[in-house]
């Protein structure tokens, strides 16, 4: 998972500078740039005047952690070209063997088939030997690229103004924009075309909805706040413990934490404080991913009382082990645990970086068995059916319930992506 952007037109530079930080959310390991200058294509931080540029924001589902990898420079014969994506290639050897990682195998191939075939059937003849997900910006000599993933699984948008064209992963790097459709691929320089690519059945990730997306970003037409609060309110129903407060793990939980206390009439404290210069603890590499140096329970809010503590998702579960604990130590009285998604028991091999079951709290183990592990009084989960009714169909639900979008052979894709990192 990552932000992606692109820009052409007057002070192409300048906007790609400043849709960086409206991108960062979605991956902060490092952030890089290609732009044009004199025609011809370079990486790095792009002048403020140049007239076409990429960005990227890189959150590692393959390749080494903590590095700046994307956009990855690209040249075939007298065809060059940037490429920056957000998602994950699985089979990425297959599209070039001698590719280190997968962001790589693809600006290859791109280069290689857009130079053989043109523009329209060269994107095309990549796509359709991806296994994985991947929306994609590239910048050439002669127009910016975007291609929408063909199941949609990763978002993209496009504004358009007298300036020329922008495109990001979220409508919120836009300040506003519309939604490309799955497969949809356009092109915009010196000339402009849009086509299609191998376009699927929709199915955006669940957990853009989640955890990923910005709250002011929209999905499929829906502000991503609007529905955190709505799958809040279906979590409370039929709630049967009695708490004194509602708090949640901060940011992401707070719309779904506001629409739980909002069903039960309960108060919503910022119990639990963090760092907002530390980042988001879930995409960081292992070795970054310290809860205890993040978090901090304000203890006037939490002495004494029972708390309900609502998250979003229970992935590795380390973070709300540390939390529980922290809550605990402060004097709650009693802590009960509400995820705001179903268990998720199935890597993803579409662009988040769980990519083995044995690092998932909930592989082969029973709710009570989870509960134990991080120490909650009570820990109940979203009903797989609420949440559905709330996301819709037209969603990847693969980490939850083990079917993904594409046929995927688990223990392959595991040993594959696994090499790598």
Not at 195 to 222: I, M, N, Q, T
Request: some cysteine; charged content about 25%.
């Amino acid at each position: 998972m990552c932000g992606i952007g692109a820009v052409w037109g007057k002070g192409a530079g300048a906007a790609a500078l400043r849709m960086a930080n409206w991108l960062v959310h979605r991956g902060h390991e490092g952030v890089g740039y290609a732009y044009l200058e004199g025609g011809a294509v370079k990486l790095g931080r792009p002048p403020e005047d140049a007239p076409a540029a990429v960005v990227h924001t890189r959150y590692s589902t393959s390749g080494p952690y903590g590095v700046s990898l994307q956009p990855v420079y690209a040249r075939y014969r007298d065809l060059e070209l940037a490429v920056a994506f957000n998602g994950t290639v699985v089979n990425f050897r297959q599209l070039d063997s001698s590719a280190s990682f997968d962001g790589e195998a693809l600006a290859r191939s791109l280069a290689r088939e857009i130079w053989e075939r043109g523009v329209e059937e060269g994107v095309q003849e990549v796509y359709r030997k991806i296994v994985g997900a991947a929306s994609t910006v590239a910048l050439t000599p002669w127009g910016i690229i975007a291609v929408r993933d063909p199941r949609g699984v990763r978002p993209l948008a496009v504004s358009y103004d007298q300036a020329g064209a922008r495109v990001a992963s979220e409508t919120v790097a836009l300040g506003d924009g519309i939604e490309l459709a799955p497969g949809v691929a356009l092109l915009y320089g010196s000339r402009i075309s849009t086509w299609k690519v191998d376009p699927k059945p929709a199915r955006l990730c669940a957990l853009e909805y989640v955890y990923f997306a910005h709250p002011a970003s929209k999905l499929e037409g829906r502000l991503v706040a609007d529905v955190r609060r709505a799958l809040g309110r279906a979590l409370a129903e039929g709630e049967e413990v009695k708490a004194d407060a509602v708090a949640y793990v901060p940011e992401t939980a707070r719309h779904a934490a506001a629409g739980f206390a909002e069903v039960l009439g309960l108060e919503v404290v910022d119990a639990v404080v963090k760092n907002r210069f530390s980042g988001r603890l879930f995409i960081k590499p292992p070795g970054e991913r310290k809860a205890e140096e993040v978090f901090q329970v304000v203890k006037e809010y939490v002495a004494g009382r029972r708390i309900f503590l609502v998250d979003d998702s229970l992935i590795r579960g380390t973070n709300i082990r540390a939390i529980v604990w922290m809550l605990k130590r402060a004097g709650a009285a009693e802590v009960h645990v509400r995820i705001a998604s179903p268990p998720i028991r199935w890597p993803c091999f579409f662009g988040m970086d769980f990519q083995r079951r044995s690092e998932l709290v909930a592989w082969g183990r029973e709710v009570e068995e989870v509960r134990q592990i991080v120490g909650a009084d009570t820990l109940r989960y979203i009903s797989m059916e609420k949440f559905r009714e709330v996301l819709g169909d037209s969603v990847c639900y693969g980490c939850f319930t083990g079917v993904y979008p594409q046929e995927v052979d688990v223990e392959w894709a595991e040993r594959e992506l696994a090499r790598f990192k």
